[in-house]
């Protein structure tokens, strides 16, 4: 009899622990965040810097990150360069554009090969070649002048519809490969015809016209020396004294113009 007391008075002991225990242990655990905690969480990702998050509960603001502004290309990077050299000639801008040139000039291949209209619109203007020291024009492209051969040539793809046409220019005794635009990608081979382009390692952006017109400052270098050759070439007036001439290079051979009016 008392044996039985005992184990149940253990029993009932152990029955009333494991009742306890439970409640005991969710008690000590923290309380789940409520969703204002919660929100005011948030503003420390999405705030500034040393600005301190709402404290009223409202939403976040969201940060747009600042605008970038487009870096440069090649070309504009070096005309911009090419401008303040005049007034800082120091051998740290010489080196500067230097490497400015080395880009540009990378530049420039590629878009003798891929957009020679652009290339062409973009190349250095004549003051240039006078005024930068050598070491930074030697990177520039070349003019080409003169009466030359203009050769087609179409790759036949067998009925694949996916013929190549190859272009070259020989002139002055050296072979380029022509990339072209306008009139010239309808053009047949012809031989000895007035051709003009810029040339950087044996690739040549084409003009589409046999007449080149020179910026003034090469006008002048190559202004006509003889007196039939200060004649309009469409007029025969004299044209060297007319504001609105025009000075051309066609085939490499010097030609002056009333004005625009006569190309």
Not at 82 to 91: I, K, T, V
Not at 102 to 109: D, F, Y
């Amino acid at each position: 009899m008392k044996q039985n007391f005992l184990i149940g008075a253990v029993v009932v002991v152990l029955a009333g622990a494991l009742w306890l225990w439970p409640r005991d242990r969710l008690s000590s655990q923290p309380a789940p965040p409520t969703a204002a905690a919660t929100q005011a969480q948030v503003p420390a990702l999405n705030s500034p810097p040393n600005q301190p998050a709402p404290s009223n509960g409202a939403s976040p603001p969201i940060l747009v990150p600042a605008r970038v502004a487009p870096q440069p290309d090649a070309v504009s990077a070096f005309a911009d360069w090419a401008q303040r050299y005049p007034g800082d000639p120091s051998p740290t801008a010489a080196r500067q554009g230097e490497a400015l040139a080395w880009k540009r000039r990378e530049a420039m291949l590629e878009l003798i090969q891929t957009d020679p209209a652009r290339a062409l619109a973009l190349a250095v203007p004549f003051r240039w070649r006078l005024e930068l020291p050598p070491n930074i024009t030697r990177h520039f492209e070349q003019w080409v002048d003169g009466r030359g051969d203009y050769e087609v040539a179409m790759a036949d793809s067998l009925g694949a519809g996916q013929d190549t046409v190859y272009r070259w220019v020989v002139l002055g005794g050296d072979r380029y490969e022509a990339f072209v635009f306008g009139r010239r990608a309808a053009q047949i081979s012809r031989r000895q015809i007035p051709l003009h382009g810029i040339a950087l390692e044996g690739k040549l952006a084409l003009l589409a016209e046999p007449i080149r017109v020179l910026d003034a400052d090469e006008a002048a270098q190559r202004q006509p020396t003889l007196p039939g050759d200060l004649t309009c070439r469409v007029c025969g007036m004299p044209a060297w004294s007319q504001p609105a001439r025009v000075v051309a290079d066609i085939g490499g051979e010097i030609a002056l113009f009333c004005g625009r009016e006569h190309l």
